[in-house]
């Protein structure tokens, strides 16, 4: 029987958490995460898309869910009264087990004190900046999401 003996293999489930650009971004980001990641050996994936202050003019994808800063109480968590598009009560799902935490871009210092509520073991930022809570922040000089996509799940399976 093969061990498992890389991050990437060993996690079951993760969360993919991406900082909104632009439309265009976010397609390929979109492509690529159901290239990479959602047809990958993972059980569970959970996408967040963190958007700026309008989710209106957004188009919405099942298994994805958007929230803004503007979502986000002063206590640090989600409004109740805000209509955080998609199908996850996100305060709860800060409360599941996941293995593996992947940021692409740098969110609001707002949203990162949001982020360090999860209790996940593995956090990985790609490409964040000035964010310490991250076990690992992979830096990468590909401009494509794809690219940066790519690179992260290339290098967690060469991390034991």
């Known amino acids: 029987m093969e061990t498992k003996t890389n991050l990437w293999e060993k996690s079951k489930s993760a969360v993919v958490f991406y900082v909104y650009t632009t439309a265009d971004e976010f397609l390929k980001f979109k492509s690529s995460v ?40 002063i206590f640090g968590k989600i409004k109740k009264k805000n209509k ?15 293995d593996l935490f992947i940021c692409f871009g740098t969110p609001t210092k707002k949203v990162a004190k949001w982020i360090n509520g999860f209790s996940i073991p ?12 991250f076990l ?17 799940v290339t290098t967690l399976s060469k991390i034991a």
Do not use: W
């Open 136 to 152: 690992l922040n992979l830096k990468s000089a590909l401009n494509s999401i794809q690219e940066m996509i790519s690179f992260a």
């Open 84 to 98: 955080v598009v998609g199908e996850e009560d996100l305060e709860a799902l800060r409360l599941k087990h996941f």
């Open 34 to 73: 159901d290239q990479h990641i959602l047809n990958s050996h993972l059980k569970e994936v959970k996408v967040i898309v963190l958007t700026a202050d309008s989710k209106m003019n957004i188009e919405k994808y099942s298994l994805y869910n958007y929230f803004s800063p503007k979502d986000l109480s």
């Open 122 to 133: 593995n956090r990985i930022g790609v490409n964040c900046e000035n964010q310490d809570f």
